[in-house]
């Protein structure tokens, strides 16, 4: 799993090395979600995209506990996207406050805006989020 925290043991799935990236690629960075309660890392994992928790607020951390995930810091939350055209992957998104994996695509709307959409039944039903730069 690649995760931006030391944690990286206390999550569960297969292990991922971080690639160094001198990739452009304005995917890569900190990003933080609609209501501004964990924060995602991006980079590469070996030839995919990934994103692992590096903050999260009592609120998440409490959700996420709920749900099963003891330690949501360093949570890989972005799994195995690959680039599929322009500004655009096809990856697994994980739901901390679920405890479940989605199908899921990533839009780059701007430099600083993601728009991650998280799918089932084959893509029939989506709900998408708009991510922000930090």
């Known amino acids: 799993m690649c995760v931006a925290a030391a944690t990286a043991a206390q999550a569960s799935g297969p292990a991922h090395t971080p690639a160094a990236s001198t990739s452009r690629d304005p995917i890569f960075g900190s ?4 209501s501004r309660t964990i924060v ?14 590096v903050a999260a607020d009592a609120e998440a951390q409490n959700d996420a ?3 099963g995930v003891e330690h949501l810091i360093g949570t890989e939350l972005l799994q195995n996207y690959r680039k599929t055209g322009s500004g655009r992957w096809t990856g697994t998104v994980f739901v901390p406050d679920m405890a479940r994996s989605f199908t899921s695509h990533i839009v780059q709307r701007s430099p600083d805006v993601l728009r991650i959409s998280g799918c089932i039944l084959g893509g029939l039903i989506c709900k998408s989020q ?3 730069r930090i």
């Not at 995602?40 to 928790?53: F, Q, R, Y």
Request: with cysteine; aromatic share 8%.
């Open 31 to 34: 990003w933080t979600n609609p």
């Open 40 to 53: 995602v890392k991006t980079l590469l994992c070996g030839s995919e995209l990934c994103g692992a928790i």
């Open 65 to 67: 506990r709920e749900a």
């Open 130 to 132: 708009d991510w922000t």
